[in-house]
């Protein structure tokens, strides 16, 4: 079993920076793929960024050169930096992790955390 807890959600300006984290604990976190999801409201659940167990990265296409997902195994933290953001980035954000780095990038989840709102103001 492994819990999952974000931090890090806020309002912030258009154009400004907010650093998400997710903390693991019970199982390592490192033998998993783990990622963020973002759900607006009415819109699906979408994933935007995921990091696999040797560092491959994935990013969607909208954040490219925006965001950058990280992870620390030793402090079983995942991190997602996410700088020039707009209104539309606007959702709650999901931490996740999966054994499998292809599930994850198909929506599929083993843990879920709670989510943390991100809001962008114009």
């Known amino acids: 079993q492994v819990q999952l807890v974000e931090s890090g959600g806020g309002l912030v300006q258009a154009g400004g920076s907010l650093r998400l984290s997710c903390a693991a604990s019970g199982r390592t976190s490192s033998s998993y793929t783990m990622g963020w999801f973002r759900q607006a409201p009415g819109k699906e659940r979408q994933v935007v960024a995921a990091?696999?167990?040797?560092?491959?990265?994935y990013y969607e296409t909208s954040v490219k050169g925006r965001f950058t997902i990280s992870r620390d195994n030793a402090k079983n933290t995942v991190y997602l930096q996410m700088n020039s953001l707009k209104p539309e980035d606007t959702a709650v954000y999901y931490c996740?992790?999966?054994?499998?780095?292809?599930?994850?990038?198909?929506?599929?989840?083993?843990?879920w955390g709670q989510g943390t709102q991100v809001t962008v103001s114009s």
């Open positions: 990091i696999s167990t040797v560092s491959t990265t």
């Open positions: 996740a992790a999966d054994g499998l780095f292809v599930d994850l990038l198909r929506g599929r989840a083993d843990y």
